[in-house]
């Protein structure tokens, strides 16, 4: 059973997050609880001002919640010092933000090498898994070697998600990847997310207003009101 599953990348439980609201707090998540398995992609879906932002940066361990536990790679964030919860992001969670904010003058490799550089590991070793990477995202060596201006908005898009893959992390955290393509672009980033979660086993957490893209995912969970409000198994891959 998935709600129960110990080993899971990525575990929030009975997550509570307020945010200052004048003399109050506004809540954005009330009582949040949502298990993903290694390779199992969760698509959030639901109304503008429902939460799902706020989940995201919760489970990115950006946000620390007013109550209730976020457990990642089997680390309860809550207890650790932000020295170590921020070691804990480096090396177990990827982010995909909407926009890909790549770097103007780096090349499509060199966006991801610039992580491993800090990183401190080896140049070779490094730029032939970054290359390895794009190729597996769909990247050929022409394409590697150009500057975002010379991608198109899909490709830079999936420069981005083989950014967030660099480090190998058990969690990927996507945020609406596809709000600035069209429609058939989007279509297959999402079949590309779907990929990499069955092929790189992480625990993605997709969240999208766009509900034409919920078929990939292999589960869908609705939020509003801060609330998870149901949830459907997707056509895509599940975790065995
Ligand atoms: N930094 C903040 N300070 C105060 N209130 C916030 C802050 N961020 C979000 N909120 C509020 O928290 C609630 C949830 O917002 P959140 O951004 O998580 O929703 P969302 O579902 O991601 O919305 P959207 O789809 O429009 O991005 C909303 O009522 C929002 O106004």
Redesign the pocket.
Known sequence: MTATNASAPLRLAGVR?T???GERR????DGVSLTVDAGELVA?A????????????VAATLLTPDAGQVTVAGRETGRLRPAERAALRREHIGIVFQQANLLPALTAVEQLLVVEHLRGRRPRAARERAEELLDSVGLDAAKRARRPHQLSGGERQRVNIARALFTGPSVLLVD?PTSALDRERGAHVMELLAEVTAVHRTATVL?T?DTGLLERAGRVVW?RD?RLDGQRSGGGRTAP
């Open positions: 997050l945010y200052p609201d506004l809540t954005a998540l959030v639901g109304p503008s001002g429902s939460g799902k932002s706020s989940l995201l940066a609406e969240v207003h939020m801060g």
